[in-house]
């Protein structure tokens, strides 16, 4: 690993994670090229400015849950060339509903390079403290449709307002929303923005 590189919960306590792209539970409906542990990895520039955002959710009741940070380069292939294959429908209904897994790189859902890859971008949601319960968003984690933009219509008050918070949160933090993604941040002040690293994650 890259010595810029840590394990996030090693250097951001109080943080909890689920690689979703190490297990079975994500849009490929398997574990992903170069993810060979369930932790998430980011550039020490991301931890500390983590750090920012798990405050500050924390000053509102919230926790922060990351699904993914730094991404191999190889896991990212993977992602275009699973692209590119015939639909089998496992996955379908949960992730992509309402387009083809084609068009997925047009929609700009998969691309040939990620942010992720260069240790600074960050999916994530906020969870109640209190409760430990996922504060509801209107759709989880890579649902790949109109529905995840930021500002999408058609989702309760409530998941709005939880949307806002989490963009307040991140945007104070030091980070830039992505608006196709409501899951989706990226470090304003990237150390590596022309690097797209392919070290796995063991």
């Known amino acids: ?41 980011g550039t020490r520039a991301l931890c500390t400015a983590l750090e920012k955002a798990r405050d500050r959710a924390a000053s509102f009741g919230f926790g922060l849950l990351l699904w993914d940070g730094y991404r191999p380069q190889r896991a990212v292939d993977c992602f275009l060339r699973w692209s590119a294959l015939p639909e089998d429908g496992r996955t379908k209904r949960r992730h992509y509903p309402n387009i083809d897994r084609t068009e997925m790189v ?27 319960e996922l504060a509801p968003m209107g759709g989880g984690h890579d649902l790949m449709d109109p529905i995840s933009h930021l500002h999408a219509p058609g989702i309760t008050r409530t998941e ?12 104070d933090s030091g980070f830039a929303p992505y608006d196709s993604e409501w899951w989706h941040y990226t470090l304003r002040d990237e150390p590596y923005p022309d690097v797209h690293f392919d070290f796995p994650i063991i």
């Open 1 to 41: 690993m890259n010595a810029d590189f840590v394990y996030v919960d090693s250097v951001v306590p109080a943080v909890r994670w689920d690689a979703k792209y190490a297990t079975w539970d994500n849009f490929t409906g398997k574990p992903v090229d170069g993810y060979f542990t369930n932790r998430i990895v």
């Open 106 to 132: 047009k929609h700009g859902y998969v691309a040939e390079k990620s942010g992720h890859s260069r240790g600074c971008s960050v999916d994530l949601t906020l969870y109640h403290l209190a409760t430990d």
């Open 160 to 171: 709005a307002r939880n949307r806002e918070y989490l963009s307040s949160i991140m945007t």
